[in-house]
């Protein structure tokens, strides 16, 4: 009589979530290691120095640092748009919409700092590749998501009619996103008390009354 296929063993559930978590620590090392030394620069036996393993250790987890940093950057903007779009679902005035916009991209730069500092270092070069495309899909709907809610401002009367619309755009986003050279997570403010310090200067200015 044949005797039955031994079954596998199971997994312990220790097992079963090691791996996950242990890919969005090694995720987490390559963006420190991609936003400080440059994507060009660091290799996949830089990144796995840093994760104290060997590198034939790192492609058990990743095929390719190409592999790594084009899941870094999808789940920045996966995160970002997932918090816009909930802004611009709530249907507020613009005034509110462009505040709660620039919360959110404060909250972006506390939980992604690195993400956000290889997208602006790299995002040039990068959406030239076919693979990175997304990352020009992404430019183009976030400059149409900030020009319409300053346009939709002026419309109503909310921010001025001199304004270069276009030009306030790029002072603004600009004045937000460089933030991710200096800010460090757990400091002093909390990425909401940024936020309306900076939005206190951009729409109030800083001179005295």
Not at 13 to 24: I, K, Q, V
Not at 90 to 103: C, H, I, S, Y
Not at 154 to 167: E, M, Q, S, Y
Request: a neutral charge; hydrophobic letters at 40%; glycine letters at 6%.
């Amino acid at each position: 009589m044949p005797t039955k296929p031994a079954k596998p063993p199971k997994k312990s559930p220790s097992t079963t979530t090691a791996a996950p978590e242990r890919r969005g620590e090694l995720l987490h090392t390559a963006a420190e290691v991609f936003a400080e030394q440059g994507y060009n620069a660091t290799t996949v036996r830089k990144i796995a120095d840093h994760a104290g393993m060997l590198a034939g250790s790192l492609y058990y987890h990743f095929d390719s640092k190409e592999s790594m940093l084009e899941e870094i950057l999808r789940t920045f903007l996966d995160e970002l748009w997932s918090g816009y779009d909930t802004v611009l679902d709530a249907d507020l005035g613009p005034r509110q919409t462009l505040e709660a916009l620039v919360t959110e991209s404060f909250r972006e730069i506390d939980r992604h700092r690195s993400a956000v500092a290889i997208y602006q270092r790299e995002a040039r070069a990068l959406v030239a590749q076919e693979r990175f495309g997304f990352l020009a899909d992404s430019q183009r709907r976030f400059e149409r998501t900030w020009l319409t809610t300053l346009e939709r401002g002026v419309a109503d009367g909310v921010f001025r009619t001199d304004l270069d619309i276009r030009l306030t755009y790029r002072f603004v986003r600009d004045t937000v996103w460089v933030a991710a050279s200096w800010y460090r997570p757990g400091g002093q403010h909390s990425p909401e008390e940024i936020a309306r310090q900076y939005l206190t200067m951009v729409l109030d200015g800083i001179a005295a009354r």
